[in-house]
Nanobody, 126 residues
């Protein structure tokens, strides 16, 4: 399984960005894809995840209402639309995938994901 992120950059507070995570997997419908981030001096934290088979999403409280995770089945790509970005959102954003053939709640801990992308930097200036 390979994951490649794109879409990071430098924006101003209040702006939007959309991150993409292209996933190469045998049968992507058996996976959950998540986004995590690590800001400067901060711990690694869960952002959002989507269960590929049915599109059910899960969010960390701090991003609910601002971020939306979705999937493009035609391109096997997970998308993270980030609106109303704030300096506190500055971080390296990484996508991850975990084999979840039996469904269930999407994992929220980094150790629950086996496959990782290289990360993309998002910087929000005030």
């Amino acid at each position: 399984v390979q994951l490649v992120e794109s879409g990071g950059g430098l924006v101003q507070a209040g702006d939007s960005l959309r991150l993409s995570c292209a996933v190469s997997a045998g049968d992507i419908s058996l996976y959950t894809v998540g986004w995590f981030r690590q800001g400067p001096g901060k711990e690694f934290e869960f952002v959002a995840a989507i269960r590929w088979k049915d599109g059910v999403a899960r969010y960390e409280d701090a991003v609910k209402g601002r971020f939306t995770i979705s999937k493009d089945d035609t391109r096997n790509t997970a998308l993270l639309q980030m609106n109303g970005l704030q300096p506190d959102d500055t971080a390296v954003y990484s996508c991850a995938a975990q084999f979840t053939p039996f469904g269930g709640p999407s994992p929220t801990q980094n150790y629950e994901y086996r496959y990782w992308g290289q990360g993309t930097q998002v910087t929000v200036s005030s």
